[in-house]
Every structure is written in C-alpha cells, then in structure tokens.
C-alpha cells in the first residue's frame, strides 16, 4: 500500500523545531475475504426447452465435459459417509463446499446445474444397488444437491431487474442432453441422438432424483411459481405425443397478457388453468357417475351411461397422454395417480364385460360389469379430497404410508402362505383352503379366534402350535412392525413438510406444462381429435396442420378462452395497460397466492392499519431518515453477541473498557487541538462490522485452522490486531501528553536530563505539534 501522510504528521525536512513522524502503513488494508465473480447473462437470445442443439446461445456449453468433471471432483472431495447436518456444518461449508461452488460457478455456464442433478441421479442410482444405505455415494448425492442449491441461489443474487427470473428460468427449463457436445466416437459408441424428445430441463432431473433440498430453495420456488402462474411460458419436451404440432415453438419467455392475442389457445396448457380444468372435469365424471350407478339397468344401455361412458373414456385418455407427456417416474410422483391408474383399470374392465355381455347377450356379464364398475366408488371420492387438499399434510403422508403399508402385507402374505400349506396337508383336505385363509385373517386383525378353536381337528399337538405361532407373528410380531414404519414414515414427513409440499407443487407444475396438442382439447372432444387429426397428419403438411389444431381449438374452446384473456388481464395482472404492475398489484397478487380470509383480504377487521403500513414503500425521504446511523443502532448488535458468548464475558469485558478509553482519548485529542468533538451520524464500514466482535478472533482461528485456503485470513487478521494495539498505545501517550505528564514519560524525562540530555526537548516536540493548521485532525 505504501505511504500515506494522516492529518497532524509531519514528512519531509520540515522547520529545525518540528518533529519528524512518518508511520510505516500495515498490509491489512486489503479486503479480509476476496470479492467473488458475478456473471449477469444475456437473455436477448431465445433459449428453448423442447431442444438443444437448435439453439445459438447454449449449443456450445461443455455438458459432457462438465458431468465427468464434476463426478471426478465429487468423489475426490467425499470418501466417507456424512449425514446432511455434517455436510452443513460450518467447517465443511468453508473447506469443501465453497471452493467447489466458486470453482463451478466461475465457468459461467448455466448448465452446470442439470449437470449436478444428473451426477445425484446417477450416485443414487449406484446406491441402489448397495445393501448399506448409509453409503458414500448418498453423501455425494447430497453434496451435488446442496451445491446446485448454492449456485443457483447465486445466479439469482447476481441478476437483478426484469432479467432476473428470466435467468433462473434458462437454468432450471433449458432443454441439455447428457451428451452434449460429446466426441463423436463417444456419440457413435452409444448410438446418441439430438432428437427434441432427448432433451432434459434441469427441474425434471431434480423430480426424478427427488432433489427436495433444491426444489424447495427460494430460487427454484420463484421459477416453479412463475411457470404455475403462466408468468414464464415455453413449450416443454416430452417423451411421446399422440398430437404432435411442433411446427411452431414457444422459446422461454415472459408472458405478458396485453401483447398476446385475445384467444391464445396456449393458455389453455398453463399449469394453474389445466389444474381447475381438470378439477371441473373429475367433477363431471363423478356427477355422471353417482348418477349413473343410482339408476344401473343391466338389461339395457341408458342415456346416462352412454355419457358416462364416452366422457370417462376421454378422461381415461386424458390420464394415458399425460402419462406418455414425462414417463412414468414423474406421473407417479403425484399424489393421486395410484387412484387415477386403479379407476382407469376398474373402467376397462367394466368396458370389457359390458361388451362382451351385449355381444354374446350374457345377461351375467352385464350385471358383473355393473358390480365391477361399482368398485371404483372408494377411488374416485377420496380422489376429490386428494385434489382439493393436495397441500395438507395428512394427504402428504398417506401416499407413503400406503406404500409401506401395501410392502408389509406383500411380506406377511408370503410369509403365511407357508402355514396355509401346513394346515392344508395337516387337514388332509378336510377344510378349503378358503375356510383356512377365512379364520387366518380373522386371527389378523383380532376380529374373531375360530381358527384356534379347530385347529385341533387338523391335529392334536401340531395343529393348535401353528395357529398359536401364527397368532403371536401376524397379530402381535408383523402388527407391531407395520404400525412402527408407519409411525417413523409419519413423523419423517412430518418434520421436512415444507420441503414436501414444494416437492408436490414442483410434480404438479411440470406435469402441468403440457406439450401435447391433444390437451387442447376437453374429454370427451379429445377423442373426436384423435379420430379425426392423427390421420389427418399424414395428409397434411405441418404449416397447414398447425392452421387446423388452432383454429379448431379456438372454435371448441371460445367461450373458455375469452374468460381466460378476461381474467388474466382484470384480475391476475391488473394495472395499467401496456405498463409494469404497480405495488398495489403485487400486493393483490400476494393476497390471492397466500390465500387470506374473506375478512382480512376486504379488511372487515379492526387491525387492518397493521398489515396495510407494509403494503406501500416508504419514500426516500423517511429512507434517508430511517438509514442514518447512531451510537446507539452501531452498538447494538455487538452488545447481543458479546452477552449471547457466555464463555468470553471477561474477553467482552475488557473490549468495552479498551473501547471506552479510546472514546475519551479521541475526544480529549480532539478538544485540545481545537476541533470539534466526534459526533452525529457516521456511516458503519468494514472494520466497524468485524474489529469490536469480542471473542470473534478466537471463533474464527478455531473455525478456519484446518483449512489451508484461509490461512492468508488468519495473517490478515492478526496484522489488524496489531495495527490497532499500536494505535491505541500512541493515543494513549497522547492523551498523557496532553492532560500532563504521566508517571512513565516523567520518568523516561527524569533519565534523560541524567544522562545530561536537554529536558526541554519533549515539551518542544508538544509545541510543534500543537502548532498544526486548526483545519487539521489532530491524528497521527
């Protein structure tokens, strides 16, 4: 840094009276921590989801390289099991996390997170096949997890403005493939296509691997919101469409609703819409299905279960394309979609026997049919529940609880199937084994114990032992077990419940981005589509197919879409044509997304000031007011960590005092010399945030000790307490010069003069520094 003249120090020659002082200046003035790279983005450029290769701006991106780059450093980095309280704790944050997060993010390549999701689905995939759960590759899954976490939190701090969400949406629905940019001998190896169909957003990977920790960040939920709302609009990939029009498609964008035409048949496909569609069409289904089953007739085909018929078969092929939309992994992470696919199988089979009853004039046929069909009474009410209160927690855990549920009694069945067999040849077929299972789940459940009663007359001894065993394990050993998974799945969810219900809203949103033509249109018209435009592709040519689609959308769908242009411009983005939402409208929109009460959101209460004070900005003038600093707000916090840090109370204790002292000093320098008393507002910087923390030194010593990259911080901190040691050693003599000598200098001034020097010589020194022009600090 070199010299640097303070106010109140003399350099040079100066006057044959004057004193010479010329401080050297230590090397702690350069930043404790370095400033880290920031990487705003372009986003002039279309970036698309349903493709890669296309596009101009990402097609160069490294994704190959950067997958094997980042498996390499992972497993370099962990080679033993840490849980994720471990790998958040504060040593591993600083030594391991943070210069990985730095070295990624540095490449600027928005990429880099789809290419830490696939190496988490790629550790968890290998921990599969591992009897130990609590393996490496489980804590290398969670670091990748946590270090996407960390980087896309960081795009999100770097981009402010309008672009901001544009960003994080480039990195969460852009469209890569594994092997991007692979050697072609690489692509060749493994017969690697560029197929639209191929490509991946970084958001379905963080599903498929159930990236909890990720999907419920902040960033993510902004993004995940926004493509909910149909603010962020593209058009997605899929797996397979029974309708494909990709003549025209949709690059990731904002939506804005007064620049889109008024009938926009894409609106039709935005996960909000396609959520209260698809609750008005299970509503119609059930309604045609009470009252179809109040009236059944199997002798002949009513009007009323013709139409249950058709539009269940549309709601069935609703079901089977949203299916093929993501595959099967994504479709079954829904909450409902066991009762989807269990009344999709119920209504084939009723379909099946209906046909084949009136065909043959089975009159038995038809009346099965009709039982069968009655079956899907327990799946399709509580499917209404699941839903209208897909977010509370009780629907959130029964899904995995039916699962462990469904496990244990797969393996009680096994298990029993080998004392039916016992009782079967020990009975010598006196009893059917269906009598058998009959008493057998009836010891289950407790309900009755005629099984105990006769098992003597399958044999004395041997028959009463195994209904006893089989007794103390179903009721008793298998019971206990079940109730314990269900308690432990229970209470897991229970305690990572936001992460949980953000993971549902993330399923519920990509599965609700449609790319299939056929969602356009509402059972039963879906299946007129299929008739009528699957053949109607071969024959036409893509331009005039996509005429077709449309305007046949638009004509079934207009009263539909005119209400949704209607909405969105009144109600969703309300405000001023053609400009930027006002505050009022984002706090309209935040009423609506939260979901106030009726009394609150029209402020039917006394205590609506309260709210009401936070809804509008306060303006620049009670800005400056309110950011000027005192004594009192710069101290503040000190004061709570000092009395939070129990164990350095005596540390906390002379910091005051050596702060107190270096105020008096401070302020009798300055009244002697003239000058004003240091006072009013001073602005809070660096040293003032870090320097009067007492025991912070020691904390952060004990913290970075064991990592080599921070030892330049430990130097660095240790000039700074040295710096300040000897400032406040020359105030001190300062401050004794000025009030009369102390005993230390009198003595020093005693020994002088005996050893026959001048003892004016000090008082001449005081004078010349007094002599200073009044403008001055009196600084050294």
Not at 662 to 679: E, I, N, Q, R, Y
Request: charged letters at 20%; proline letters at 6%; glycine letters at 6%.
């Amino acid at each position: 840094m070199g010299d640097r003249r303070r106010p109140g120090a003399t350099t040079g020659a100066g006057s044959a009276a004057g004193v010479h002082i010329q401080i050297q200046e230590p090397p702690e003035r350069r930043p404790l921590l370095p400033h880290r790279a920031t990487f705003p983005h372009r986003t002039d450029e279309q970036v698309f989801s349903c493709f890669s290769y296309n596009t101009s701006t990402h097609k160069h991106l490294p994704v190959y390289n950067n997958i094997h780059r980042i498996r390499r450093d992972i497993i370099s980095v962990v080679e033993d099991y840490l849980s994720l309280d471990q790998l958040r704790d504060v040593r591993i944050n600083i030594s391991v996390i943070r210069p990985l997060v730095d070295k990624l993010y540095e490449q600027d390549d928005i990429s880099i997170v789809y290419c830490l999701l696939v190496n988490r689905a790629q550790f968890l995939n290998e921990q599969k096949h591992l009897s130990n759960r609590q393996n490496v590759n489980s804590t290398r899954a969670m670091l990748c997890e946590l270090i996407a976490t960390r980087i896309l939190r960081r795009f999100n701090e770097d981009n402010d403005g309008p672009d901001n969400l544009l960003v994080l949406a480039h990195i969460l629905i852009a469209g890569f493939e594994p092997f991007q940019n692979a050697p072609e001998e690489i692509r060749r190896e493994v017969q690697a296509s560029t197929a639209w169909h191929k490509t991946l957003p970084a958001l379905e990977v963080a599903i498929l691997s159930e990236a909890r920790i990720f999907l419920a960040s902040t960033s993510c939920q902004k993004v995940v919101d926004a493509i909910y709302d149909g603010r962020v609009i593209y058009t997605p990939s899929s797996y397979m469409d029974l309708i494909a029009d990709r003549y025209k498609q949709r690059p990731i964008s904002l939506y804005n609703p007064r620049e889109a035409p008024l009938l926009n048949q894409y609106r039709l496909l935005v996960p909000r819409t396609r959520n209260y569609l698809e609750i008005m069409q299970f509503f119609i289904l059930l309604a045609l299905y009470v009252v179809f089953m109040a009236e059944r007739d199997p002798t002949q085909f009513s009007k009323l279960e013709i139409c249950f018929t058709v539009y269940a078969m549309g709601w069935v092929l609703d079901q089977f394309a949203t299916l093929l939309e993501h595959g099967w992994h994504v479709y079954a992470q829904n909450l409902w979609s066991f009762l989807d696919v269990g009344f999709a199988f119920i209504y084939w089979i009723y379909v099946f026997l209906r046909i084949y009853g009136w065909k043959t004039g089975n009159a038995e046929a038809d009346q099965q049919a009709l039982d069968v069909l009655a079956m899907g009474a327990p799946v399709l009410v509580p499917r209404l529940a699941f839903n209208l209160l897909s977010d509370n927690i009780v629907f959130l855990c029964l899904r995995s609880m039916m699962s462990d549920f469904a496990l244990v009694t797969a393996l009680a069945i096994w298990c029993f199937f080998g004392f039916l067999l016992s009782l079967m040849w020990l009975g010598n077929d006196a009893y059917s084994p269906f009598v058998i299972s009959k008493w057998m789940i009836y010891i289950w459940f407790g309900l009755d114990g005629s099984g105990i009663h006769h098992s003597i007359e399958f044999h004395k001894i041997l028959g009463p032992a195994l209904m006893v065993a089989f007794a103390f394990l179903g009721n008793t050993l298998f019971l206990t077990i079940l109730v314990s998974m269900l308690s432990t799945t229970f209470g897991t969810i229970v305690t990572n419940a936001p992460a949980e219900i953000q993971f549902r809203r993330a399923v519920l949103t990509l599965e609700g981005v449609k790319g299939d033509a056929i969602f356009a249109y509402q059972p039963p018209f879906n299946l007129i589509a299929i008739f009528i435009l699957v053949p109607l592709k071969f024959l036409a040519s893509p331009r005039w197919f996509h005429k077709i689609h449309v305007a046949s959308v638009r004509l079934l769908n207009l009263p539909l879409l005119l209400f949704i242009a209607v909405a969105e411009r009144r109600a969703l983005w309300p405000g001023t044509p053609g400009g930027p939402p006002t505050q009022l409208t984002s706090f309209v929109k935040a009423q609506k997304k939260s979901g106030l009460h009726f009394w609150e959101r029209w402020r039917i209460t006394s205590h609506s000031d309260i709210s009401t004070v936070f809804e509008v900005p306060p303006p620049e003038s009670v800005l400056e007011q309110i950011t000027t600093d005192d004594d009192l707000t710069r101290h503040l916090i000190r004061r709570q960590f000092a009395r939070g840090n129990s164990h350095i109370d005596s540390v906390a204790s002379e910091a005051r005092k050596q702060a107190a002292q270096t105020a008096a000093a401070t302020t009798a320098v300055a009244t002697a010399a003239g000058g004003a008393a240091p006072g009013g507002p001073k602005p809070l910087s660096r040293r003032d945030s870090i320097a009067p923390f007492p025991g912070l030194r020691a904390e952060l010593q004990e913290v970075l000790s064991e990592s080599d990259e921070m030892s330049n911080i430990t130097a660095r901190l240790e000039a700074l307490e040295e710096s300040t040691q000897r400032i406040e050693e020359l105030l001190e003599r300062l401050v004794g010069v000025k009030q009369g000598k102390s005993p230390r200098i009198e003595q020093e001034d005693d020994g002088v003069s005996e050893a026959g020097s001048p003892s004016g010589s000090r008082k001449e020194s005081v004078a010349v520094s007094s002599e200073h022009d009044p403008g001055e600090s009196p600084w050294i």
